[in-house]
């Protein structure tokens, strides 16, 4: 079984940063692939920055250039630095994992990112 946590999220005026962060442990072996998805009220969720296990990288459109995924294979844990936020940044933001060899990947609880105007 895996589990996954996320941690980071809050209230920030907009302009401002937060760095989400999301460990995963368990039984991992070896993971392909560390995402954020982020789904906002009324909306579908969407992905927000990806980032294999040879470090490419992956960003929706609407977060290039302001967020930055990272991950740190001996922690098994991935990070989401935001900066330059807004209003439209608000959403819940969640954390998957995918395993090696698994069908299904793993979802974290979520974690409220909201930014005020």
């Known amino acids: 079984q895996v589990h996954v946590v996320e941690s980071g999220g809050g209230l920030v005026q907009t302009g401002g940063s937060l760095r989400l962060s999301c460990a995963a442990s368990?039984?991992?072996?070896?993971?392909?692939?560390m995402a954020w998805y982020r789904q906002a009220p009324g909306k579908q969720r969407e992905l927000a920055a990806s980032i294999t296990s040879d470090g490419s990288t992956n960003y929706g459109d609407s977060v290039k250039g302001r967020f930055t995924v990272s991950r740190d294979n001996a922690k098994n844990t991935v990070y989401l630095q935001m900066n330059s936020l807004n209003p439209e940044d608000t959403a819940v933001y969640y954390c998957?994992?995918?395993?090696?060899?698994?069908?299904?990947?793993?979802w974290g609880q979520g974690t409220q990112v909201t930014v005020s105007s």
């Open positions: 368990g039984s991992i072996g070896s993971i392909r692939v």
């Open positions: 998957y994992v995918k395993i090696i060899g698994h069908i299904r990947g793993t």
